[in-house]
């Protein structure tokens, strides 16, 4: 039998018909099992520090690894980095890091952090390996740390969690339509289903307006890393300081063009975490200054 083809419109997700048949299809076993523990809550962690970036922007190493080690500790519960990287990876793992490569780009000295620290927890280093691009032979990956810039997009409205594996669709283009509400689609695909063990989002200089290019104005020193297990909880948190910070600038309300609907569309379609800031607890550790959330 020929199986039907299911198209989502923009119009059959906002009102949530088309959106959860296709939901419950894709359902399958949970792998964000912290949050389903705590009862569908989720929890995002950010922690912030204005010593990690100078008056010309560069990246202090030492507050950057505090941070990275505060982050994982407060998103897992354990006492050190160690043992919080091997609740989430093995040393058996292929670990898979997935950076911003474009516009706003994770900071390599994040990166750098990230490979010491799973390095010092007992990961081999050459289990740990770059896996952002189309090119990426996902089979041998058996973990993945998804490590975006936080950033508005043109063509997303948010260009941050969710959109970070669209080069594993393969065909990148077909998930700029209907404002990209399918980007969720591509965390279900196979190869990808399942393997993020932790989102950590470089927010040290998010950008709050749309690109290609980004422009500096709407660049700022946020100073912070945003982490957790849900993808789409730490996209929320995201999307949420990005608009607040829009306001900030106009003084008034100044809705993304085009609306972000792929993180709400990631949960209520996808089922791949929590969209509702009813549902989402955020620990907030260091700097407090203009947190905007």
Known sequence: MKKRRIVVTRRDFIRGT???????ALLGPAWLRAEAAQGGRSMVVIVRDPKVL??????????????????????????DAKAAWLSLVK???VIGLVPTPLMNPTHPELIDSVKASLAAAGIPVERIVPAQGR?????????LVCMPGLKAHWLTG???????????????????????????????????????????VDALRPVCDKGPQFDPRYRWAYGGLI???????????????????????????WPLSPPPICVEAADKVYKLGNSDAARIDIKAFGWKENLLV
């Open 91 to 93: 040393p058996t793992d």
């Open 158 to 200: 948010i260009g941050t969690v969710i959109k970070n594996y669209i080069l594993y669709s393969g065909a990148p283009r077909n998930y700029h339509h209907q404002d990209s509400v399918k980007l969720g689609e591509i965390w279900n695909l196979p190869q990808v289903k399942g393997k993020t063990r932790l989102v950590l």
């Open 135 to 143: 090119s990426v032979d996902l089979e041998p990956i058996t973990a």
């Open 18 to 24: 088309a959106g959860a048949a296709l939901g419950a």
């Open 54 to 79: 100078d008056a010309e922007m560069n990246v202090n190493h030492k507050v950057m690894d505090a941070m990275l080690e505060q982050v994982l500790v407060q998103v897992t519960g354990k006492a």
């Open 227 to 253: 982490a957790g297990l849900d993808p789409v909880a730490v996209d929320a948190v995201g999307l949420k300081i990005i608009e607040a910070k829009r306001q900030e600038l106009r003084g008034e309300p």
